[in-house]
């Protein structure tokens, strides 16, 4: 927890700072993005060596929601996100598959480089949930929603001045306590990893909070 409450610190802090900051150096931006989700490590394992039941994921399709306050270079923001991975045949039905969702938050840096492409990179902490659906005949299995972490990097490329189509890549960092009907119980629930990345791209509204000259 020591992880949540460090980002939670940290956001507050920057976001009092905002309200001492110049409008002019200050924005909102809202987006909608899509794009591929490719799950890594003991997640995407399918030689069966794994003990735990979420592994064999394969790369699936996610969409997301983007908001946040830019306070000149540095910013907040705050994201959802929905993935469906498939899952290997090799280890479940033909009609397996995972679907993840949950919310983050976490501190955004623009790069201070001369042009209208815009780089980026941020971090923050995630609050996501998983189900498993592995078919007919088959249980299925569900999680907590716990804490994990998130990188990226990415570019805004403005349009007409307010818009932005913004292509980015993230890591994303999870544990879950899972739990099986039949084979777990609430008294020995484990822990598997179900570490990802995403490949997105998006398009955004930018609103400029600068104020009026009368």
Not at 13 to 41: D, K
Request: proline share 6%; aromatic share 12%.
């Amino acid at each position: 927890m020591r992880i949540v409450r460090l980002s939670l610190v940290l956001i507050g802090g920057i976001a009092f700072a905002s309200a001492s900051a110049p409008a002019e150096a200050q924005g909102f931006y809202l987006g909608l993005r899509g794009g591929a989700g490719v799950p890594t490590g003991d997640f995407s394992d399918n030689t069966g060596s794994s003990t735990a039941p979420i592994d064999a994921a394969k790369t699936g399709f996610g969409y997301g929601l983007d908001a946040g306050l830019s306070l000149g270079p540095l910013g907040v923001y705050a994201g959802f996100d929905h993935i469906n991975f498939d899952c290997e045949s090799s280890t479940c039905n033909t009609e397996g598959n995972y679907k993840l969702q949950g919310v983050a938050a976490g501190v955004r840096f623009l790069l201070p480089l001369k042009s209208m492409i815009r780089p980026w990179v941020k971090g923050g902490v995630t609050f996501n949930e998983l189900k498993g659906e592995f078919g007919t005949g088959s249980s299925g299995l569900t999680t907590e929603r716990n804490p994990g972490y998130e990188v990226a990097a990415g570019l805004d490329i403005p349009i007409f001045g307010i818009f932005s189509i913004y292509p980015q890549a993230r890591y994303v960092g999870q544990n879950f306590k899972y739990k099986v009907p039949g084979v777990t119980n609430s008294s020995t629930e484990p822990e598997a990893k179900a570490n990802y990345m995403t490949f997105d791209l998006g398009l955004s509204f930018h609103n400029p909070l600068s104020s009026s000259k009368r």
